[in-house]
């Protein structure tokens, strides 16, 4: 089954974990720009270079640096016939920017999956796996930063996707079996 899906959810909502879930579930690749992006700082390349400092604050990186990252591993085979983008678009431009890529290749989305939960919660999971791994943009100023960017830049783009009839919501509090399959029930009806 070829999918090509979106993942929005704000930071700590387990995006991670359950796009590599359904990725697997589907068959297609799960693209994460974060953890491209951290990739690239590790091995300290141009990219991460350019990327670091946004990242460390919890700003976003500057859209024409994400959007061509974007373009270039979606046009990799592997991503042909489906994809989950896990963080990715994030901003109206970044969008605009995959409609474009999307219209090039003659395609386009299938669902766009939100995982919501509360702040409380997602903060708490946060620090949590600060504590756990450590990531330099896991303290609790750059969380709260993090969170307030997504709130005004990627919570809007559920609203937009709704509108194209593409947006089904899902609670991601839960045992993550149990989240899993409340996204693949709820992706059924688009994929089928
Ligand atoms: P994530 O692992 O998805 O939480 O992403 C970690 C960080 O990478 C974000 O806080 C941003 O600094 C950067 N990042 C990831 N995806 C994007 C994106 N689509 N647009 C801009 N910045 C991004």
């Known amino acids: 089954m070829s999918a090509r899906l979106v993942l929005l959810g ?10 590599a879930r359904i990725s697997e579930r589907l068959n297609v690749p ?7 992006f951290r990739a690239n700082v590790a091995e300290q390349t141009e990219l991460g270079k350019r990327a670091q400092r ?8 500057p859209d024409e640096v994400t959007n061509a990252m974007v373009r270039d591993r979606l046009a ?9 983008l896990d963080g990715y678009p994030r901003t109206a431009d970044q969008v605009a920017e995959l409609d474009g890529m999307l219209a090039t290749a ?8 939100e995982l919501t ?4 919660e997602v903060v708490t999971r946060l620090l949590k796996r600060a504590a756990e791994q ?32 593409l947006l089904v919501q899902v609670d991601g509090i839960g ?14 009806p688009k994929l089928a």
Request: aromatic share 6%; hydrophobic share 40%; net charge negative.
């Open 117 to 120: 939960a509360d702040t409380d």
């Open 175 to 188: 045992a993550l079996d149990e989240v899993t399959d409340r996204i693949m029930t709820a992706l059924e």
């Open 134 to 165: 450590g990531r330099a943009d896991d303290t609790e100023s750059v969380i709260r930063r993090r969170l307030e960017v997504y709130a005004e830049q990627t919570a809007p783009l559920a609203d937009l996707y709704a509108e194209r009839g």
């Open 30 to 36: 799960a693209i994460s720009t974060g953890d491209i």
């Open 10 to 19: 704000p930071p700590g909502a387990g995006k991670g974990t359950q796009a």
């Open 76 to 84: 990799q085979t592997d991503a042909v016939d489906g994809f989950l």
């Open 106 to 113: 003659g395609t386009r989305l299938g669902a766009v999956v």
């Open 54 to 61: 946004y990242m460390d604050a919890g700003e976003y990186v």
